[in-house]
């Protein structure tokens, strides 16, 4: 049976709009290092691909929570550690104002000071990071505290809320960044300890400056331990973040691998691809020469 010039010259033509698809399609993976072009070139590996993306774009998301982190964790410590000094020199002056050889005149110095002291861990407690208040809890938009005075006695109050401010970095993993300030400044007795002496001063009342000196030890070994939190707490962070660089890379290997071409093969394919289809030009060329009458009798 006889096959007509036709049918021959379609089954040609299909097989050469095959092979230069084919050639395009391995002409963009070298030109795109990638074996994923579009969705047609492996529909399973293309959704394979996808998945490990989202997966690296959440571990990137956990990634920058823990840099806020970080940042968080500094200025906390930070805030802390300048607290601490000024506890300090609170302690300096209750010690020298105790003395039986002091005056009323330089209590009363030492009483403004006291109240500078005041005002200024005011003023750390309300420490922000790119606006953001670090010891409000949730309520980082709201200045953490106020100065009020309570029977007679300089104090503060807090604004913020109980809850302590955290960031995900996992899928069911969450790291407390910062403590409240209720927790960190206010049961540690600092502002109601600082009023108390600043008033014990101001009133002569050294009875008052002792009691003053001894809960000054208290907030110093109160705020110690909250910078031992702190410490700990950034340690987890640095935990987790070695653990998420890890995950990062794997997650990267393993797109690599079903993303990424390897042009040497692909280099190979297309070397004999190309000379296939060169075969079935001149393939084609030849046929294109006969006519009818070359099957006729």
């Known amino acids: 049976m006889r096959v007509g010039t036709a049918s021959i010259y379609a089954g040609i033509q299909l097989r050469l709009q095959r092979m230069a698809a084919d050639l395009k399609s391995l002409n963009e993976k070298i030109a795109s290092g990638k074996n994923l072009n579009r969705l047609s070139d492996d529909p399973i590996a293309l959704v394979e691909a996808m998945k490990f993306k989202t ?98 006695v300089e104090t503060a109050q807090y604004n913020g809320d109980t809850n302590d401010f955290q960031v995900q ?67 987890q962070a640095q935990v987790r973040e070695n653990i998420l660089s890890q995950i990062q890379f794997e997650l990267k290997d393993q797109l690599s691998r079903v993303e990424d071409a390897d042009i040497v093969e692909v280099m190979i394919q297309l070397n004999a691809k190309q000379l296939t289809y060169q075969a079935a030009l001149a393939a084609a060329a030849r046929v294109s020469e006969m006519s009818l009458l070359n099957y006729m009798d």
Do not use: C
Not at 62 to 73: H, K, M, P, Q, V
């Open 55 to 152: 997966a690296a774009r959440q571990m990137d998301q956990y990634g920058r929570n823990l840099n806020t982190a970080a940042s968080w964790f500094t200025a906390s410590e930070s805030t802390l550690s300048q607290t601490l000094d000024l506890v300090g020199r609170a302690r300096e002056l209750a010690v020298q104002m105790s003395s039986s050889s002091q005056d009323a005149e330089n209590r009363d110095a030492a009483a403004a000071e006291i109240g500078d002291l005041l005002d200024h861990a005011i003023s750390l407690g309300n420490t922000d990071l790119s606006g953001r208040y670090i010891f409000s809890g949730f309520e980082t938009g709201t200045a953490p505290f106020t100065k009020i005075v309570v029977g007679g």
């Open 169 to 235: 970095v996992g899928k069911d993993q969450t790291l407390t960044v910062g403590r409240n300030g209720q927790t960190v400044f206010m049961d540690s007795g600092l502002f109601s300890t600082l009023g108390g002496l600043k008033k014990a001063l101001e009133d002569d009342d050294l009875a008052g400056i002792g009691t003053q000196l001894e809960n000054l030890t208290s907030v110093e070994n109160y705020l110690n331990s909250q910078i031992a939190d702190i410490g700990v707490r950034h340690n």
